[in-house]
């Protein structure tokens, strides 16, 4: 809720509950404003957004991820177009979006759809790094910082990107070096398995169509996490569509 009802929700309506011999909530998290550029939103002064505009803007997962990740429970977030449009193309089209799109199209340029048996990508030093990652997402989202759990997966899906350009799959394939190859491939794909399940809170339409791709037949649940890690190699990946679109754009 926003901090602005915290007196009714914190003070009377737990008094009320008492009196009526029912328990009283256990906590409250209230969140901060929604401002534009640091001031309340006008319709007088122009800066007044409504959910309609925003969601035709870049869709409902986006705005979800925008304000999620800039509205915390200690600050306010402010909310502009230009801020909106930054954060959608820098997190979402060009770092998560593109990691997907580029490792599920390896898949099936080097190995018809099909994640190759790379027994060598578990445990190694890229995994690991990606293994602590998570359980440092999972610490945040079990002290309810969602901000910074939304920036944490986007950070992974970041430093797979580079691990990309390190390795230089195109590179390995032209040089006929399958082992090597096989071992980026299948790191990656776990990688995005990983992410779809990290990505759900925030974006849960894209994060479903992603696991659609890469987990068929499995449901989207943390128990399935461990399942679909590792019994990635072997299964055939679906063709990675257009996740994060880059309309143009007119100021609004």
Same mark, same amino acid.
């Given at each position: 809720?926003?901090?602005?009802?915290?007196?009714?929700?914190?003070?009377?309506?737990? %008094?009320?509950? @008492?009196?009526?011999?029912?328990?009283?909530?256990?906590?409250?998290?209230?969140?901060?404003?929604?401002?534009?550029?640091?001031?309340?939103?006008?319709?007088? %002064?122009?800066?007044?957004?409504? @959910?309609?505009?925003?969601?035709?803007?870049?869709?409902?997962?986006?705005?979800?991820?925008?304000?999620?990740?800039?509205?915390?429970?200690?600050?306010?977030?402010?909310?502009?177009?230009?801020?909106?449009?930054?954060?959608?193309?820098?997190?979402?089209?060009?770092?998560?979006?593109?990691?997907?799109?580029? +490792?599920?199209?390896?898949?099936?340029?080097?190995?018809?759809?099909?994640?190759?048996?790379? !027994?060598?990508?578990?445990?190694?030093?890229?995994?690991?790094? #990606?293994?602590?990652?998570?359980?440092?997402?999972?610490?945040?989202?079990?002290?309810?910082?969602?901000?910074? %759990?939304?920036?944490?997966?986007?950070?992974?899906?970041? +430093?797979?990107?580079?691990?990309?350009? !390190?390795?230089?799959?195109?590179?390995?394939?032209?040089?006929?070096?399958?082992?090597?190859?096989? #071992?980026?491939?299948?790191?990656?794909?776990?990688?995005?398995?990983? @992410?779809?399940?990290?990505?759900?809170?925030?974006?849960?339409?894209?994060? !479903?169509?992603?696991?659609?791709?890469?987990?068929?037949? @499995?449901?989207?649940?943390?128990? +399935?996490?461990?399942?679909? #890690?590792?019994?990635? !190699?072997?299964?055939?990946?679906?063709?990675?569509?257009?996740?994060?679109?880059?309309?143009?754009?007119?100021?609004?």
């Amino acid at each position: 809720m926003g901090k602005g009802i915290t007196r009714f929700h914190c003070v009377i309506w737990p %008094a009320m509950l @008492l009196a009526a011999e029912l328990p009283p909530p256990r906590a409250v998290w209230a969140h901060g404003y929604v401002q534009w550029s640091g001031a309340k939103m006008s319709k007088t %002064a122009g800066t007044a957004v409504t @959910l309609g505009e925003a969601i035709d803007r870049h869709g409902a997962d986006a705005l979800r991820y925008f304000l999620l990740r800039e509205v915390g429970f200690d600050n306010d977030g402010d909310f502009t177009w230009e801020r909106f449009d930054a954060r959608y193309t820098a997190d979402l089209a060009d770092t998560f979006g593109n990691l997907v799109s580029r +490792s599920l199209a390896m898949i099936h340029r080097y190995r018809a759809g099909t994640v190759p048996r790379a !027994e060598r990508s578990i445990g190694s030093r890229f995994d690991s790094g #990606v293994r602590d990652a998570v359980a440092v997402y999972q610490d945040w989202m079990n002290a309810n910082r969602l901000a910074d %759990a939304a920036g944490q997966f986007i950070a992974i899906a970041a +430093s797979a990107n580079r691990y990309i350009e !390190e390795q230089a799959p195109w590179k390995l394939a032209k040089e006929e070096r399958q082992a090597e190859l096989d #071992v980026v491939l299948a790191s990656l794909t776990r990688t995005v398995v990983r @992410l779809a399940i990290l990505a759900y809170p925030f974006i849960p339409g894209k994060a !479903e169509v992603i696991w659609g791709l890469v987990c068929p037949g @499995l449901p989207l649940t943390a128990k +399935s996490f461990e399942e679909a #890690v590792l019994g990635v !190699e072997g299964r055939t990946v679906g063709k990675p569509p257009i996740l994060f679109p880059k309309p143009r754009l007119a100021p609004a």
